[in-house]
T-cell receptor
């Protein structure tokens, strides 16, 4: 089956620094990937749609200058949290679809803690 | 606007009892409906989709377009069914719109 891998699984960083999270489709190519954010005991909230070779599409209320998304290849999308603050601490999850399938495959998530 | 409503935040049932997790949606066009499950410390994974009409792990879900509902049912709950369940519609290669999720707790 389709496998999506995120790296790192968890990261702790100091306030004011930037953190990069990678999302890879291991056995398929994904022209589109999606980034979600999940707060404790809450549902997944879509942050942005990452499009290979073009700019990401951000959801309303998500700061594009703070959450930089790059989708430079068909198997890799990155999310960079710039100038991180404690309120950015969360669980970040990416997903990708396989071709025209509507099924989504999810990464294992990255837990970011900003201290 | 696209919206998914899962009215129960937490549902506790005894082992062997029937369980129904409710889902109502508001979505333009004719979306495909999914149930995703997240077991403790595991990634989100597909449980079932309405077009396949399958029974996965004893769960079934029927799409009722008139009521715009896609309730998830299982006749006899098992302890291993304890997890977070998310209902989500999708259309084409669009992002999934998740409900708030229902935490199912099956009590031995």
């Amino acid at each position: 089956g389709a496998v999506v891998s995120q790296h790192p699984s968890w990261v702790i960083c100091k306030s004011g620094t930037s953190v990069k999270i990678e999302c890879r489709s291991l056995d398929f190519q994904a022209t589109t990937m999606f980034w979600y954010r999940q707060f404790p005991k809450q549902s997944l909230m879509l942050m942005a749609t990452s499009n290979e070779g073009s700019k990401a599409t951000y959801e309303q209320g998500v700061e594009k200058d703070k959450f930089l998304i790059n989708h430079a290849s068909l198997t890799l999308s990155t999310l960079t949290v710039t100038s991180a603050h404690p309120e950015d601490s969360s669980f970040y999850i990416c997903s990708a679809g396989l071709g025209d399938s509507t099924e989504a495959f999810f990464g294992q998530g990255t837990r970011l803690t900003v201290v | 606007a696209q919206r998914v409503t899962q009215p129960e935040k937490l549902l506790s049932v005894f082992k062997g009892a029937p369980v129904e997790l409710k889902c109502n949606y508001s979505y333009s066009g004719s979306p495909e409906l999914f149930w995703y499950v997240q077991y403790s410390r595991q990634r989100l994974q597909l449980l079932l989709r309405h077009i396949s009409r399958e029974s996965i792990k004893g769960f079934t879900a029927d799409l009722n377009k008139g009521e715009t509902s896609f309730h998830l049912k299982k006749p006899f709950a098992q302890e291993e069914d304890s997890a977070m369940y998310y209902c989500a519609p999708s259309s084409g290669n669009t992002p999934l719109v998740f409900g708030k999720g229902t935490r199912l707790s099956v009590i031995a």
